[in-house]
């Protein structure tokens, strides 16, 4: 959420076409995605909920964020992910289900953005807060 929050404070805001780019209007669709992350969030669902055409909805998200609305899921499940697999004791199957993909599909796309298995980035991180708790 962190990094979400950051993104958001330091982007600059651009209007496409008629729509206001306004926080609260970019805030809704994070906040929409934040919500619904764990079920399938395609792109005609995300432009029907906000009721553009997907076209339209791509170009509008791209101008306010930098990245496409399907980079940005990706993004966030990742992050969440990475926030379960340390704070909770919570199965790799069972957080994978939680930020919405299958385990096979979680476990490559998590090891290819961290370079790391979700077993091995849980270990590494627990490791990591044990030795700054100890000092």
Known sequence: MDILTYFLEHSP??????????????NHILKYIEDHIAEPLTLERLAGEFHYN?????RYFKSMFKMSPIQYIGMV??????????????????IARAVGLDRFYFSKTFRQV????????????????????AE
Not at 78 to 87: D, G, S
């Open 13 to 26: 805001e651009h209007t496409v076409g008629l729509l206001p780019s306004s926080p609260s209007s970019s």
């Open 54 to 58: 997907p076209n339209y909805f791509i």
């Open 77 to 94: 499940r990742i992050e969440n992910a990475k926030r379960l697999l340390i704070e909770t004791e919570w199965t790799i199957e069972k």
């Open 114 to 133: 961290t370079s790391l298995s979700p077993s091995m980035y849980r270990k590494m991180h627990r490791t990591e807060l044990s030795r700054s708790s």
